[in-house]
C-alpha cells in the first residue's frame, strides 16, 4: 500500500484533502513560499530560517513535523497529486481535471506562477 503525499489521506481509492487544517495550511505555505521565492532552495532556506517544519504522516496516521529538506519540496512540485504545477522545465499539467481537487488545483496555481 503507497501511503497518500503529505496534506492528504486515503479515502478508499481515493486522495482528499487532509482535514487538519494545520497541516492544509502548512502546505499552502510550501507553496506559496515557492512562488515568491522562485526556487525550492530559497523556500527550503526560508522555512530554516523561520524554524518552520511541514508535516509528513507515518503510515500509521501519526503526524510529525520534521525538518524540512530539500528532497521534500522536490517531491511535492513533483508529485501528480499537487498538480504537477511545476516541473522543472516541463510544460503542462499532469492532473486531468477530473481527478483535480480544489487543494491540487490551488497548488497548481501557486507553483505554476514560480515557472512563469
Known sequence: MVAAPVGFVKAGDRLEKDPDRRV???IRLVFDKLAEL???RQTLLWFHEHGLEPP????????????????SIHRMINNPAYGNAQAHGRTGTA????????????????????VS
Open 95 to 114: 492532473v486531468p481535471p477530473s481527478t483535480a481537487t480544489p487543494f491540487s488545483l490551488a497548488c497548481c496555481a501557486a507553483a505554476a506562477a514560480v
Open 38 to 40: 522562485g526556487s525550492a
Open 24 to 26: 492544509q495550511a502548512a
Open 56 to 71: 509528513a504522516r507515518r503510515r500509521d496516521g501519526t503526524l510529525l513535523w520534521p525538518r524540512l529538506c530539500y528532497g
